[in-house]
């Protein structure tokens, strides 16, 4: 999920970027209006905007009213050193989704994010499908034919990214038996379970390879190139070379078979990426 964050105080800024990432959004940051205005406009890419009201250049509520004016309705929520009512309610009448005053808790702060990117996603399908293939975007589940079938025995063969290194491009690939926060198989919970032949168990997706993959099957058939990829989930600023895109495709190719799908990622040299 990618945000952007438009905070003038440089270390706040900082700050926040830090936990963002570590929490596992994409974050672009910018330091001023008019250079918010500018990121938001040119750019469809964003799950959601925090947008401090005391900026140079241009105001936050300015930024505000223009872009709902030009009809974006990217979820923002606002910050603001600013405590009284008449300020909060002009930020959301003028269109914010949420407001937050400053000092504030990073956990409340993660919080009203979440909520705000929920809001958003509850006017769009939950759960993707393609062909033989679905992917919860609540959960980053995937799961296919042999979801059911191999309930107990995939989560063993599941192929994993080291999470900790997904924000800088830094990726190990490796294979691990144990369960992490990211790409791990669900399921073992209910190891022992008669009904757990019923049940639709799957792989989840590590966070930039669920958003590859909804990329892909939001848009099938048609061909996403490596750029397209680096700028929606990495970010304009980031230092990862444009090759993550091919590992990060070797990996989703992978979950798809061990989900025993059909669907294909297809490369088309010097174009990009496509789901047939």
């Known amino acids: 999920m990618r945000l952007l964050l438009a905070e003038d105080e440089e270390d706040l800024s900082r700050a926040l970027v830090a936990v963002l990432k570590h ?5 672009d940051a910018v330091y001023d209006g008019a250079e918010a205005l500018d990121y938001i406009e040119n750019s469809d890419n964003y799950d959601g905007v925090i947008l401090d009201i005391m900026m140079p250049k241009m105001d936050g509520i300015t930024v505000l009213k223009t872009i709902r004016s030009h009809g974006n309705s990217v979820p923002v929520l606002m910050l603001t050193a600013k405590a009284e009512i ?8 003028s269109g914010a989704d949420d407001y937050l005053t400053k000092p504030f808790s990073m956990k409340e702060l993660l919080a009203r994010i979440r909520a705000m990117t929920r809001r958003k996603a509850d006017t769009t399908d939950s759960v993707l499908t393609f062909g033989d293939i679905t992917l919860d975007r609540s959960t980053y589940m995937l799961t296919g034919p042999a979801s059911i079938k191999n309930a107990g025995s995939i989560e063993n063969n599941a192929l994993h990214t080291d999470a900790n290194n997904e924000d800088n491009g830094n990726l190990t690939g490796k294979i691990k038996g144990d369960n992490t926060s990211d790409g791990q198989v669900s399921g073992n919970q209910n190891a022992g379970n008669p009904s757990i032949g019923t049940q639709n168990v799957g792989i989840r997706l590590a966070n930039k390879e669920y958003q590859m993959l909804e990329m892909l099957m939001t848009n099938p058939g048609q061909i996403i190139s490596a750029d397209q990829f680096m700028d929606r989930i990495w970010g304009y600023d980031s230092e990862a070379e444009q090759n993550v895109v091919w590992v990060y495709i070797s990996y989703l190719r992978k979950k798809l078979a061990s989900v025993g799908s059909a669907a294909q990622i297809k490369a088309t040299r010097g174009v990009g990426y496509s789901i047939i």
């Open 23 to 27: 929490n596992n959004y994409s974050v």
């Open 86 to 93: 008449d300020d909060r309610v002009e930020g959301l009448d």
